[in-house]
C-alpha cells in the first residue's frame, strides 16, 4: 500500500506558498531602500542574467580568474553539449568530484567533494541560484530531492578556502546550479528526446525579459520504464515533473533608484519503481538487470516545492545590497522492501538477505517460495526557510578592491511518520499485505535553527590578492521523539534532546598573477559539518589546505591543484542508503588525512576560418585521492567496523579520469567521451583492492553527434554506455545494482 494523501494535504502546497509569501512580504517591508546605480564586472556567460542577479544567484559571478581557490564553472553550451539528465555524468568533467552511481538514471546522486563522504551528497553545500535547496540543509541534507540538471543553464563548483561564504558544511566544497534566466528578449526553445528503455525528455521554456517586467515558464519532464528486468514483469522506472515560473521587475534606466525584484516558483512531482533492493554476486553475474519479484511494490512518491524572492539594490558608491527570502518543502513516501521472514517468522534484513549465504528467505524473496516480505513506508516531510542578505563594495582604497558581508536566519525541520507492511507473497507475487498503523515504526520531529554571518575582504598589490575571511555558525538542532506507542502523539512518550553549537571558521587564499593568463594561488580555511541533535556528538572540523595553478587562453586552458585536510571528529551517518538501520543518526569517528591533485584542460585545434572550417577539441580532467583514517576505533557502521590507523576509507575512487574528443566540421559535430573509475572499497581496510569487494570500477564511453539543419534547429544523437559495460555500480545497502547499460537516442532541439 502507498501512502495516500489526505484532502489537508493536498491543500499542502497552497499553504507552502502562503506561508513563503508571508514570511517573504514581513522581510522586504522592513528594507530601506536607498540607491544610484548598478556597475560591476560580470562576465559573459551569464550574459542573458542583469548584472545585479548575477552577484546573487552565482558563487562566482562568472568569473574564473580573480579568485584565489579552486572554482570550476560548466556553461550553458557545455551543458548543452553533455544534454544529459544524469548528474553524474554532468559533474564527473570537474575534478575533485567523487561520485557513486545508484539507480543508472540519476535520480538519488551521491556526490562528494574532495574525500569528503559522497552519501546522498549530504556532506557537500547544495544550491540553486544561490540558495540551499537540499531537502533540509542542516537537519537532514540528504539529497533525497536533487534539482532537475536538464533545466539548468550552468553549474558552479567552489573548494578551498573560496568556500568560506557557503556554510554549513565547509569540509568539502559548494555545488551551485543555475536555473534557466529569464532572457533578455522574447524567446524560447524546445527540447525532445526519446530513446531505449522507453526513455522520453521533454523540455520547454519560453520567456521575455525586454521591458519592465520580464517573465518566464519552463517544464521540464523526464520519464522512463526502465533497464531492469523484474520478475514477474513490471516497470522499473520513472517519471518526474519540473515546472517553473519567474517574474522580475527592474527599474527603469532613469530611476534615481536602481533595483531589481524577482519571483521564482517551482514544483517537482515524481514517481519511481525504485528499490534497495539489489541481486546476489552469483545472481549478479548471470543476470546483471535481474530485479527480485519481492521488490515488485517499491515505490518512491516525492514532491518538492520552492519559492525564491530576490531584491537587489545599489548603495553608491561601489556599495550593492543583495537579499533573498525562501522557501522549500520536500514530501516523500519511499514505500520498499526491508526484510524476509520464511514460514517459522524468522525475519531476515535485506542488507543480510543479499550479501550472506542462500536461505529460505532468499529463496522466499526470488519469488520461488512462500513467506512474508515486509515493506516499509519511509514517509517524511522536509522544510527549510528563511532569510539572507549581502552586502559588498568593490572599488580602490589603500590596495581594497572588494569586501563582502553576509548574514543569514535559517531553520529547517524533518517529520518522520512511518510504518511497515507485511506482504504474503506466493507464486512469485505479493498477493495481500497486514498493513501496519503509521506512525508506528518511527514518530518524531527534527528542527534545526541557524544563525550564519561571514566577511571576506580583497586586498590587492601589484599581481599579488590576498582574500581573507571569517565564517560563524551557531546551530541548534532538537529532535522530539514519539516513540512507536504513540502514533496520535499525546505525548506520553515523549523524549526529547538539544545539541547547540557556535563556531568560528576562518580562511585565507593568496593569489599570484603570472604573465599570459597564468594565476597561481594558494589557501588554507577551517572546514565544519554540523554535529546533528544528539549531545554526544561532537562538531566535525578539518584544517584544508590547497595550492595550484589555472591558466587560460584563447584555444586552451586548465588547471592544476594539490590539496590536502585533516579531520577530526568524522561524521558518520546511519542512513539506509549507506547499509545502516535508516534512523538518520549521526554520530563521530576518528581522525583522517585526505590529499590528493586534481587536473583538467583542454586543447582546440582549428583548422580554416570559414563556417565550413573543421575544429578538434581535447578535455580531459583527473582526480586523485587518497582518504585515510589516522586512528583506530570500532563502530556499529558497517562501512567502517573495526577501523585500523592507516585504513582507507570505502565508497572512495582513488583514481578518476575522463576525456573527451570533440570534431566540428560546418553544421555537423560530434563528441566521444570516456571515464575511468577505479574501483572503489565496501568496507574500510588497507588490502589490496584485488582482495576485498569492490564497485564502481568501469571504463565507460559515451558518443554524440549533432547536425545544425538551421540556425535555430538542431538534431542529435547519443549512446550512453557505448561499449555495453556491465559493472557494479554500487553493493549498498543491499546486493549488487548495476550501471546504466547501452542507450541509444535520439532528439530535436528548437530555438524560436
Given at each position: 500500500?502507498?501512502?495516500?494523501?489526505?484532502?489537508?494535504?493536498?491543500?499542502?502546497?497552497?499553504?507552502?506558498?502562503?506561508?513563503?509569501?508571508?514570511?517573504?512580504?514581513?522581510?522586504?517591508?522592513?528594507?530601506?531602500?536607498?540607491?544610484?546605480?548598478?556597475?560591476?564586472?560580470?562576465?559573459?556567460?551569464?550574459?542573458?542574467?542583469?548584472?545585479?542577479?548575477?552577484?546573487?544567484?552565482?558563487?562566482?559571478?562568472?568569473?574564473?580568474?580573480?579568485?584565489?581557490?579552486?572554482?570550476?564553472?560548466?556553461?550553458?553550451?557545455?551543458?548543452?553539449?553533455?544534454?544529459?539528465?544524469?548528474?553524474?555524468?554532468?559533474?564527473?568533467?570537474?575534478?575533485?568530484?567523487?561520485?557513486?552511481?545508484?539507480?543508472?538514471?540519476?535520480?538519488?546522486?551521491?556526490?562528494?567533494?574532495?574525500?569528503?563522504?559522497?552519501?546522498?551528497?549530504?556532506?557537500?553545500?547544495?544550491?540553486?541560484?544561490?540558495?540551499?535547496?537540499?531537502?533540509?540543509?542542516?537537519?537532514?541534507?540528504?539529497?533525497?530531492?536533487?534539482?532537475?540538471?536538464?533545466?539548468?543553464?550552468?553549474?558552479?563548483?567552489?573548494?578551498?578556502?573560496?568556500?568560506?561564504?557557503?556554510?554549513?558544511?565547509?569540509?568539502?566544497?559548494?555545488?551551485?546550479?543555475?536555473?534557466?534566466?529569464?532572457?533578455?528578449?522574447?524567446?524560447?526553445?524546445?527540447?525532445?528526446?526519446?530513446?531505449?528503455?522507453?526513455?522520453?525528455?521533454?523540455?520547454?521554456?519560453?520567456g521575455d525579459g525586454s521591458g519592465q517586467l520580464g517573465w518566464l515558464v519552463e517544464a521540464h519532464r523526464v520519464s522512463a520504464d526502465g533497464f531492469k528486468e523484474l520478475d514477474g514483469g513490471g516497470s522499473t522506472g520513472f517519471d518526474k515533473w519540473d515546472v517553473l515560473g519567474k517574474l522580475r521587475w527592474m527599474s527603469t534606466a532613469d530611476a534615481k533608484v536602481d533595483q531589481l525584484l524577482e519571483l521564482k516558483l517551482g514544483l517537482v512531482d515524481e514517481l519511481s519503481h525504485e528499490t534497495y533492493a539489489?541481486?546476489?554476486?552469483?545472481?549478479?553475474?548471470?543476470?546483471?538487470?535481474?530485479?527480485?519479484?519481492?521488490?515488485?511494490?517499491?515505490?518512491?512518491?516525492?514532491?518538492?516545492?520552492?519559492?525564491?524572492?530576490?531584491?537587489?539594490?545599489?548603495?553608491?558608491?561601489?556599495?550593492?545590497?543583495?537579499?533573498?527570502?525562501?522557501?522549500?518543502?520536500?514530501?516523500?513516501?519511499?514505500?520498499?522492501?526491508?526484510?524476509?521472514?520464511?514460514?517459522?517468522?524468522?525475519?531476515?534484513?535485506?542488507?543480510?538477505?543479499?550479501?550472506?549465504?542462500?536461505?529460505?528467505?532468499?529463496?522466499?524473496?526470488?519469488?520461488?517460495g512462500e513467506g512474508l516480505v515486509r515493506l516499509k513506508a519511509n514517509n517524511r516531510s522536509y522544510f527549510s526557510r528563511g532569510v539572507q542578505s549581502r552586502v559588498s563594495w568593490g572599488g580602490d582604497w589603500n590596495g581594497w578592491s572588494r569586501l563582502e558581508l553576509g548574514a543569514r536566519r535559517h531553520i529547517d525541520g524533518l517529520d518522520r511518520f512511518q510504518w511497515t507492511d507485511d506482504w504474503h507473497i506466493q507464486d512469485g507475487a505479493l498477493t495481500w499485505a497486514e498493513y501496519g498503523t503509521p506512525g508506528?515504526?518511527?514518530?518524531?520531529?527534527?528542527?534545526?535553527?541557524?544563525?550564519?554571518?561571514?566577511?571576506?575582504?580583497?586586498?590587492?598589490?601589484?599581481?599579488?590578492?590576498?582574500?581573507?575571511?571569517?565564517?560563524?555558525?551557531?546551530?541548534?538542532?532538537?529532535?522530539?521523539?514519539?516513540?512507536?506507542?504513540?502514533?496520535?502523539?499525546?505525548?506520553?512518550?515523549?523524549?526529547?534532546?538539544?545539541?547547540?553549537?557556535?563556531?568560528?571558521?576562518?580562511?585565507?587564499?593568496?593569489?599570484?598573477?603570472?604573465?599570459?593568463?597564468?594565476?597561481?594561488?594558494?589557501?588554507?580555511?577551517?572546514?565544519?559539518?554540523?554535529?546533528?541533535?544528539?549531545?554526544?556528538?561532537?562538531?566535525?572540523?578539518?584544517?584544508?589546505?590547497?595550492?595550484?595553478?589555472?591558466?587560460?587562453?584563447?584555444?586552451?586552458?586548465?588547471?592544476?591543484?594539490?590539496?590536502?585536510?585533516?579531520?577530526?571528529?568524522?561524521?558518520?551517518?546511519?542512513?539506509?542508503?549507506?547499509?545502516?538501520?535508516?534512523?538518520?543518526?549521526?554520530?563521530?569517528?576518528?581522525?583522517?588525512?585526505?590529499?590528493?591533485?586534481?587536473?583538467?584542460?583542454?586543447?582546440?585545434?582549428?583548422?580554416?576560418?570559414?563556417?565550413?572550417?573543421?575544429?578538434?577539441?581535447?578535455?580531459?580532467?583527473?582526480?586523485?585521492?587518497?582518504?585515510?583514517?589516522?586512528?583506530s576505533f570500532s563502530s556499529d557502521f558497517d562501512a567502517w567496523g573495526d577501523v585500523e590507523a592507516g585504513d582507507f576509507l570505502p565508497y572512495l575512487s582513488r583514481h578518476q579520469f575522463t576525456t573527451r574528443l570533440g570534431w566540428t566540421h560546418g553544421r555537423l559535430a560530434s563528441d566521444v567521451s570516456a571515464r575511468w573509475t577505479e574501483g572503489m572499497r565496501t568496507i574500510a581496510g588497507s588490502e589490496h583492492l584485488s582482495e576485498v569487494e569492490t564497485v564502481g570500477e568501469a571504463l565507460v564511453a559515451d558518443?554524440?553527434?549533432?547536425?545544425?539543419?538551421?540556425?535555430?534547429?538542431?538534431?542529435?544523437?547519443?549512446?550512453?554506455?557505448?561499449?555495453?559495460?556491465?559493472?557494479?555500480?554500487?553493493?549498498?545497502?543491499?546486493?549488487?545494482?548495476?550501471?546504466?547499460?547501452?542507450?541509444?537516442?535520439?532528439?530535436?532541439?528548437?530555438?524560436?
Open positions: 500500500m502507498v501512502y495516500a494523501k489526505s484532502s489537508a494535504e493536498l491543500c499542502s502546497g497552497y499553504r507552502f506558498y502562503m506561508r513563503f509569501f508571508s514570511l517573504a512580504l514581513s522581510f522586504f517591508l522592513a528594507l530601506s531602500i536607498s540607491a544610484q546605480s548598478v556597475s560591476g564586472d560580470s562576465i559573459a556567460i551569464f550574459s542573458d542574467l542583469p548584472e545585479a542577479l548575477v552577484e546573487v544567484v552565482s558563487m562566482t559571478g562568472g568569473r574564473l580568474n580573480g579568485i584565489p581557490g579552486s572554482v570550476h564553472i560548466l556553461s550553458p553550451k557545455q551543458l548543452e553539449r553533455y544534454a544529459d539528465t544524469d548528474i553524474h555524468r554532468v559533474l564527473r568533467w570537474i575534478p575533485g568530484v567523487n561520485l557513486q552511481e545508484e539507480d543508472g538514471f540519476g535520480l538519488r546522486p551521491n556526490i562528494g567533494l574532495r574525500g569528503s563522504g559522497s552519501e546522498r551528497s549530504s556532506r557537500i553545500n547544495l544550491m540553486e541560484d544561490g540558495v540551499l535547496i537540499a531537502p533540509a540543509p542542516y537537519t537532514a541534507p540528504s539529497a533525497y530531492y536533487f534539482p532537475t540538471v536538464g533545466r539548468m543553464s550552468g553549474v558552479e563548483v567552489v573548494k578551498g578556502s573560496s568556500q568560506i561564504a557557503y556554510g554549513p558544511n565547509t569540509v568539502g566544497g559548494a555545488v551551485n546550479l543555475l536555473s534557466t534566466p529569464i532572457p533578455v528578449e522574447f524567446e524560447g526553445a524546445v527540447t525532445a528526446r526519446a530513446g531505449a528503455f522507453g526513455m522520453r525528455r521533454m523540455h520547454v521554456h519560453v539489489g541481486l546476489t554476486a552469483p545472481d549478479f553475474e548471470a543476470t546483471p538487470l535481474r530485479r527480485y519479484a519481492g521488490s515488485q511494490k517499491d515505490l518512491m512518491d516525492a514532491n518538492q516545492r520552492q519559492a525564491v524572492l530576490t531584491h537587489t539594490v545599489n548603495l553608491g558608491a561601489g556599495w550593492k545590497w543583495m537579499s533573498q527570502a525562501y522557501a522549500t518543502q520536500f514530501n516523500r513516501n519511499w514505500y520498499k522492501s526491508d526484510r524476509v521472514a520464511d514460514s517459522t517468522g524468522a525475519w531476515v534484513k535485506l542488507g543480510a538477505l543479499l550479501s550472506g549465504p542462500a536461505t529460505s528467505q532468499l529463496d522466499i524473496f526470488r519469488g520461488e508506528t515504526e518511527s514518530n518524531r520531529l527534527e528542527d534545526t535553527r541557524a544563525w550564519a554571518g561571514y566577511a571576506r575582504a580583497q586586498w590587492d598589490m601589484g599581481r599579488w590578492s590576498v582574500m581573507p575571511g571569517l565564517r560563524v555558525e551557531s546551530v541548534a538542532a532538537s529532535r522530539s521523539d514519539y516513540g512507536k506507542q504513540d502514533p496520535d502523539r499525546w505525548g506520553t512518550d515523549l523524549s526529547e534532546r538539544l545539541n547547540q553549537v557556535i563556531v568560528a571558521l576562518p580562511g585565507v587564499g593568496l593569489q599570484y598573477a603570472l604573465n599570459n593568463g597564468v594565476e597561481t594561488f594558494v589557501g588554507v580555511h577551517r572546514g565544519f559539518a554540523a554535529p546533528g541533535s544528539s549531545p554526544d556528538t561532537q562538531p566535525e572540523f578539518a584544517v584544508n589546505a590547497e595550492g595550484g595553478v589555472r591558466w587560460s587562453g584563447t584555444r586552451t586552458g586548465g588547471s592544476a591543484v594539490g590539496f590536502a585536510h585533516f579531520g577530526r571528529n568524522l561524521i558518520g551517518s546511519d542512513f539506509a542508503s549507506s547499509g545502516g538501520t535508516g534512523s538518520g543518526e549521526l554520530f563521530n569517528g576518528g581522525t583522517t588525512t585526505v590529499q590528493g591533485l586534481e587536473l583538467d584542460g583542454h586543447v582546440a585545434l582549428v583548422v580554416g576560418d570559414s563556417p565550413e572550417g573543421c575544429a578538434l577539441e581535447l578535455q580531459w580532467a583527473y582526480t586523485f585521492t587518497d582518504a585515510r583514517f589516522t586512528s558518443a554524440a553527434i549533432r547536425y545544425q539543419i538551421s540556425e535555430s534547429m538542431r538534431l542529435e544523437l547519443g549512446v550512453l554506455n557505448l561499449m555495453n559495460q556491465v559493472y557494479k555500480a554500487a553493493a549498498r545497502p543491499a546486493g549488487l545494482r548495476p550501471g546504466l547499460p547501452r542507450t541509444l537516442s535520439v532528439g530535436c532541439h528548437l530555438d524560436f
